[in-house]
């Protein structure tokens, strides 16, 4: 094989960023779940000192984590790590009230316990919380490689600058995609499948919103997609399964389509 296919390859590397692995940097978001939600996996510790040194720790993660990647070096690692972690109890509050939205909103779903330790929805949300807290750190990177982790696990893609309120219930999850700029409200519930996307990708509107605003109380049923910058779904409004949508509705509204479905009973000869 020719020397500069192998040169290429190593001018490449050369120039990559230094990034910690992905598995280290999502294990360090899912040891934080762990402490948060003990049900979430078997982490028990022995007293209330265990957990506080515990929360230290990963603190500490955290700054190596940052420290470790190329793209971090010219930012006050610490002082990012501080703010992250003295955000921790308000963010747990608010995955409290995605846990209590799910338990409430499904009639499935038989416990908190239930939720935290099986639910897609729950885990999707929670490493998407961590992430958007460290992206409005201004870290960059680090926050994309954990809602694509988040992704490769559940099959739900919710973008780290969505801007989601609290109360959110996703139910079942699989194929939801959340973009950039999206800006949902409280007591959202989306099913599998939908999507709230842009009208049209270029790379010149990087800077502009490009994904919807969903406001409370508003249901999005499975396959649904909704699209642009500029559409507004009311608030307690709810969006049929299927429905392809570019414009704003008012609030209250239902929105579906009606497919041409026949069935012919008893037509076929047995």
Known sequence: MEKAFFQKIWEKQQRM???????EIAGWANDLICLLYPEHSRCLFRSLQEIEE???RLKDRLIHILNATQACHKKDNLDIAEAFFAQVPALYETLNTDVEAIVMGDPAAKSHFEVIRAYPGFQAIAFYRI???LLKLDVPLIPRILTEHAHSQTGIDIHPGAEIDEYFFIDHGTGI???ETARIGKYVKLYQGATLG???VDKSMASMKRHPTV???VVIYSGATILGGETVIGHHSIIGGNVWLTRS???GSIVYHTPEITVEEGTIQL
């Open 17 to 23: 960023d230094i990034v910690p692995p992905n598995e």
């Open 54 to 56: 515990n929360f230290y």
């Open 131 to 133: 992430a958007h807290a």
């Open 177 to 179: 995609v959340i973009g």
């Open 198 to 200: 842009a009208l049209s």
């Open 215 to 217: 406001e409370d109380h």
């Open 249 to 251: 509705v008012p609030p």
